[in-house]
């Protein structure tokens, strides 16, 4: 059984739905799932620390990075999170497992593309495998389920109208679809690697 | 009057729909817009050459680049283009001449910000001047015009979905009118710089 | 006269003395250079907040944003900066200022392209011209000055084995001269952007 | 045994003797190595064909793909490739293979990650697997050899001054090195991948 790590941060509520869709996916594939998610009070005079959870990203057979695009990047708060594996990355403990990302905006293409692309910069500095999405856009197969229905390859993307944040966020269920399936990827392909 | 020069490569129609576009913004604005298409027959054994088309882009005080987005990128035939004006670059010609671009693809994201992102990548090359996307998406700011729908900043995004090419193609008039009013932006921003 | 804003992050030092050298040729083109450097105490629970300096920004001609390349990005404490800005974007508070970037780290090309192209996309969502580096690289016109040695477009890089830190923190010289010439390119623009 | 294929173009040479000494890498590890270079002359009117090429990238285990850097991005001959394999990418014919990339240009950095980039978002589309480079940059680490002496991540950088193509073309020692390693590598995980 494959351990896959989920870290993300989320503001508004959306990135958190896709991060509990995609560990029902590894889940359903029958692999352990957690979710584990950055806060703000989390970082101190501009550094984040919190060592059991990075405990946690150095046992996980892989790790899924998920931010919302804020400026079209990932949250500072992410990238406070990620400057502080550095120490990590130095020692490449992360090397050779799995990688993957999401993100979520309020705009149908936005800058989300580029914020997926940062976070496969960032796991090559670890020497991790990126795993791209396995759906090709529902429209293009004939299907009308909405499975990657914005058209995203180097990661799952989730889009949602302004407002309705917090406790009453809402995934579209055609993205949410999109994440459960690739969380079943993931651990599959974590399973394959070994 | 400054002179705006509108360089693009189309296959389906739907590039060629946004290139008109814009250059009708240029004219509502009282300047000269020039559409210069690139096609397969000026590639020869791999290399592009139009000396006329390359001698109207050195006199422009604008270059507009556009290109459909294929496999996440420029259209090959563009990229042809492209190294072609290494010879430009090399002798800096286009230097601080204003620049800007625009892409098109099927999928609502897709990979269209790469596409401008590489764009504008080229265009720091020639050491031009970038210039972005004027409007918010509407829906922001509670228009309902569909201008910016797409939420692109860097350079302008037209979508449709598959199918209907070439005379039969169609341009999203949320598209169209974002199309225009770059056009617009582009001609008064060439003046003003001067 | 011009105001140019040098917002940035440093924490060994080398970012710092290129944000002054690239005062140093606002200065020396007879505009005004602003230094802003961004903090980590300036983060509360994860945002970052400064109206004092947020206030100089919005009043400046041009704004350059600086910050080293950490895991391929800029420094969790600037992305911090960047996502309180979206106040400013919003409302469209620097649309039309001239922008520009500049990075460091300690490889000669490590990920600092990625950096300066995050630069750039913020600047698009902020509806900025994107000034890019006027200088070839000093070894293809013939010069041994070291000007723009690492080959960057789309902003200064900067670059330094690792060690010596703060204090003793130093700039290779052409890296220091290309911050210099890029100034002034910096100031002119601004003005005669108007 | 596993089949990597290495598919590249090459104007100057250099980037033809990286992808020699990447084949290397794959013989010494046990696996076949398949160098398939792309040519201007098998683009007629735009478009590049070679049905016996691409039937053997569908039958490889990897694909590496490699380009010399020209204006930011691939060269247009193997953006011509790319755009052919749509065929493959709509079937989804490479879906699960490893994927690699590497370029090469005459500046320190210059664009080069932005081609690696695009390599990337390439395979994405065809949902593949992609491997970044394994080995730190030697100076981290205490060595001299020059390996991954560039600090490049999501594939291998290759650097020579302007001057001497063709058949004087020379590959830097330690870049060639980096090649090599990263050819085993890419043959072992393909192994492991199964």
């Known amino acids: 059984m ?15 739905l896709m991060a509990e869709a995609i560990a029902v996916g590894v889940q359903q594939a029958g692999h352990k799932a957690e979710l584990l998610r950055i806060t703000g009070d989390q970082i101190t005079d501009g550094r984040w620390q919190d060592n059991a959870m990075m405990a946690t990203l150095t046992a996980a057979d892989g790790i899924v990075f998920g931010s919302p695009t804020y400026m079209g990047g990932v949250a500072g708060q992410f990238k406070a999170f990620i400057d502080a594996a550095s120490e990590a990355w130095f020692a490449q403990l992360w090397k050779d497992k799995i990688a993957a990302g999401f993100t979520h ?42 499975v990657n229905r914005l058209g995203s390859f180097m990661g799952v993307m989730g889009q949602s109208p302004l407002a309705m ?12 679809l999109t994440c459960v399936n690739f969380g ?3 651990a599959e392909a974590a399973e394959r690697w070994g």
């Open 2 to 16: 494959s351990a896959i790590a989920i870290v993300y941060f989320s503001a508004s509520g959306h990135t958190h």
């Open 165 to 176: 944040d917090g406790a009453d966020a809402q995934l579209d269920a055609g993205d949410r």
């Open 105 to 146: 905006s309020s705009s149908l293409s936005g800058d989300k593309q580029g914020t997926l692309i940062y976070l496969a910069v960032n796991a090559a500095q670890h020497a991790m495998l990126w795993l791209n999405v396995g759906d090709m856009p529902s429209q293009y197969v004939g299907k009308d389920d909405g």
């Open 184 to 186: 079943q990827r993931l």
